[in-house]
C-alpha cells in the first residue's frame, strides 16, 4: 500500500519522485519534477514587472474558498512575485 497526500510544492515533487521509483521508472519521476520546476520557472519570468508584489486572491471554489499563503496554491503564487492577500495565519484554505 502507498499513501501519498502532499500538501506543498516540495512534497508534490517527492511524491512524483517516490510514485515513479514505485512504478519502476525514477528517472520518469525526476524527469518530470524538473519539467514542472522549469515550467514555473518560465511562467514567473512571464509575470510583467509591474505585477511584482502585487496582492492577489485565489478563489479555489465560488462558495467562497480561498488559498491562503500557507497552501501549495500560495507557495505558487510567491514564486511568481504575487503576494496572497490570505495570510498563511489563516490556514492553507479558507472558507
Not at 511524491?15 to 515550467?39: F, M, T
Request: proline letters at 7%; a positive charge; charged letters at 20%.
Amino acid at each position: 500500500m502507498l499513501a501519498l497526500q502532499p500538501r506543498s510544492h516540495a512534497e508534490t515533487l517527492h511524491v512524483i519522485e517516490r510514485l515513479a521509483r514505485a512504478l519502476g521508472d525514477p528517472a520518469a519521476g525526476a524527469a518530470l519534477a524538473a519539467k514542472i520546476e522549469a515550467r514555473i520557472a518560465a511562467a514567473a519570468a512571464r509575470v510583467p514587472p509591474q505585477w511584482r508584489g502585487r496582492s492577489v486572491y485565489f478563489e479555489v471554489a465560488a462558495n467562497p474558498y480561498a488559498a491562503g499563503e500557507a497552501s501549495f496554491v500560495g507557495e505558487l503564487l510567491a514564486r511568481l512575485g504575487l503576494a496572497n492577500i490570505v495570510p498563511a495565519a489563516m490556514g492553507p484554505f479558507r472558507s
